[in-house]
């Protein structure tokens, strides 16, 4: 295949992703190289690696959506409404929009099952949310740390439940149901054991 345009910008992006989306879900993540990617989308393999540091980065592309959707969160919440409520408005939204980083997201099992047959993806994963509690962390004042560890990780739990069972075959809309109730737990529990920040 001869080389397209290698400078960069959002299209070559774009046709990298969905190459490289393409062929994890028809072979598995492990069984395909980055060379393969650049090959069939016409670019060489430096370029890859130019709009992502990491082979699991082409897979798991969202982590600097999710992160600025924290920040965004945080940073622009209402007067008078406290950093949980405004997360857990946040929450709702992705789930309503049915949003690809709401776990909800119509097609998302075949993506569910890649991440859960990969060791690489799933320690990936692992990695972001410890870079997402870092850059929640950096957002908040008081005690930030904790809170931020307690959201992450209850976000996460919520998520991988809602995987493992869209993976299993249950109904995506008893899924969701459940899901949304599962967030609300969280946000309750979360009231429950610290002060929400204003």
């Known amino acids: 295949m001869p080389r397209t345009s290698e400078r960069g910008g959002p299209q070559t992006r774009a046709r990298i992703l969905q190459v490289s989306n393409r062929l994890f879900l028809e072979r598995g993540y492990e069984s395909v190289t980055v060379a393969e990617i650049a090959r069939e989308a016409g670019v060489s393999s430096v370029t890859v690696f130019n709009h992502f540091a990491r082979k699991e980065d082409l897979f798991l592309d969202r982590a600097a959506d999710a992160a600025e959707l924290l920040r965004t969160t945080v940073r622009d919440r209402a007067p008078g409404t406290d950093v949980l409520t405004a ?36 320690a990936r994963a692992r990695a972001i949310a410890a870079e997402l509690q870092a850059t929640l962390t950096g ?51 979360l009231r429950e054991g610290i002060v929400p920040q204003r």
């Open 139 to 189: 957002e908040l004042d008081g005690d930030a740390t904790l809170l931020a560890a307690f959201f992450i990780a209850g976000y996460s739990t919520v998520l991988v439940e809602t995987a493992r069972r869209r993976i299993d075959g249950e109904p995506a809309d008893t899924v969701t149901t459940d899901h949304r109730a599962r967030l609300d737990r969280l946000f309750t529990a």
């Open 87 to 122: 997360l857990q408005q946040a929450c709702s939204r992705l789930v309503d929009e049915r949003h690809p980083l709401s776990g909800v997201a119509d097609g998302s099992v075949p993506f569910f099952r890649t991440v859960a047959e990969s060791p690489a993806l799933i």
